[in-house]
């Protein structure tokens, strides 16, 4: 396995991320395929689903774009690479902060844990995601939090 493979599928992975927190939708879409299967377990009110890239942009504008703050904290890569085709693994922190739905952390925050999953594709503009899965292992704070400000939004 070439190392640099490994390095340039873990940025797009942890881009992935980072796009979301800072709400860089156009990125956001860009580090995937143009087609993309999703699976969040059930935390985004979906299953396993196939998107276009713009699809899936949209879908996380609305889940996450309203949210105050999110921060994703990603560890413990373990990357496979066989040619142009890769499975990235890892463990996931996602913080929430909604400062409008209160004062008391246990309503305005949401922290998930999970172990996640994406595979890529190497392409002539570089590895995309083609899979990202998400299976949630424990939450602290609001469980109904994505509901409560979307809530607010409408």
Not at 34 to 60: I, Y
């Amino acid at each position: 396995m070439n190392p640099v493979d490994v390095v340039e599928v873990v940025q797009v992975v942890t881009r992935g991320f980072t796009t979301a927190d800072e709400k860089d939708w156009d990125a956001y879409e860009a580090l995937r395929m143009p087609v993309v299967t999703q699976d969040f377990g059930g935390v985004d009110n979906g299953g396993s689903s196939s998107l276009t890239a713009h699809e899936a942009r949209v879908k996380a504008e609305r889940t996450i774009g309203p949210v105050a703050l999110t921060q994703h904290q990603l560890s413990s890569f373990v990357v496979e690479v066989e040619g142009d085709e890769a499975t990235v693994s890892f463990y996931e922190e996602a913080l929430h902060v909604h400062p409008e739905l209160g004062a008391d952390p246990a309503e305005n925050t949401w922290v998930i844990f999970g172990k996640g999953t994406q595979k890529l594709v190497r392409t002539a503009a570089g590895w995309k995601i083609s899979h990202a899965a998400l299976v949630p292992t424990h939450s602290t704070g609001n469980p109904t939090f994505l509901a409560d400000v979307a809530a607010l939004a409408a």
